[in-house]
């Protein structure tokens, strides 16, 4: 049986909950960059993006597995939380490329905080300098090959998300009970 046909709302759910995750974590990027100077937000961004990532794809995952009768399996689960991720990792990507086109000096100022944490966790200057001169030639190839960063970026996100449904895939699969024939 054609695949397209057994599971026909994958792209269609895949597609809307990837777009959902990728707005909802740039925008959670967003409110603290309009914060910025306000309060440390490191931390809690990448708090709130777990919860975001957590709940998009739990809630997407189980939409999904109704749709299908109530039944998803581990792989098929994994395979639609990567979609989900590529998904929003294009959108996260394009927020990415949009944002540092409106603001292009806002990653050398997050250098900068860097720069400052490692100072204050001991590393000594010399190391703490070497280790932002090759992050500001990386940023710096970065804004010279935007396109190239855009797709390395979805691509990495992908393959985090990857990580992510090796773990979530096994909590949101319910496999159809097996009928034993006892004739």
């Not at 914060?35 to 993006?49: H, R, V, W």
């Not at 990495?156 to 998300?161: E, I, S």
Request: glycine content about 6%.
């Amino acid at each position: 049986m054609n695949k397209i046909k057994k599971y026909p709302d994958f792209y269609r759910m895949a597609s809307t909950f990837g777009l959902i995750m990728g707005l909802a974590t740039s925008a959670i990027h967003f409110i603290f960059y309009l914060l910025e100077g306000k309060i440390n937000g490191s931390f809690a961004i990448m708090a709130l993006t777990l919860i975001a990532v957590i709940i998009t794809i739990s809630v997407a995952t189980l939409s999904y597995r109704k749709s299908l009768g109530g039944y998803i399996s581990y792989r098929h689960a994994f395979g639609y939380g990567i979609a989900i991720f590529l998904f929003a990792g294009i959108v996260g990507a394009v927020y990415s490329y949009v944002f540092n086109n409106i603001d292009p000096e806002y990653v050398y100022r997050q250098l900068e905080l860097s720069k400052l944490q490692l100072l204050n966790a001991g590393l000594t200057e010399t190391a703490t300098d070497k280790i932002m001169s090759d992050m500001k030639e990386a940023l710096d190839y970065q804004m010279q090959h935007p396109f190239q960063s855009v797709l390395s970026a979805a691509l990495w996100n992908t393959f985090l998300g990857a990580l992510f449904c090796l773990i979530s895939s096994a909590f949101l699969r319910k496999n159809k009970p097996e009928i034993i024939n006892e004739s």
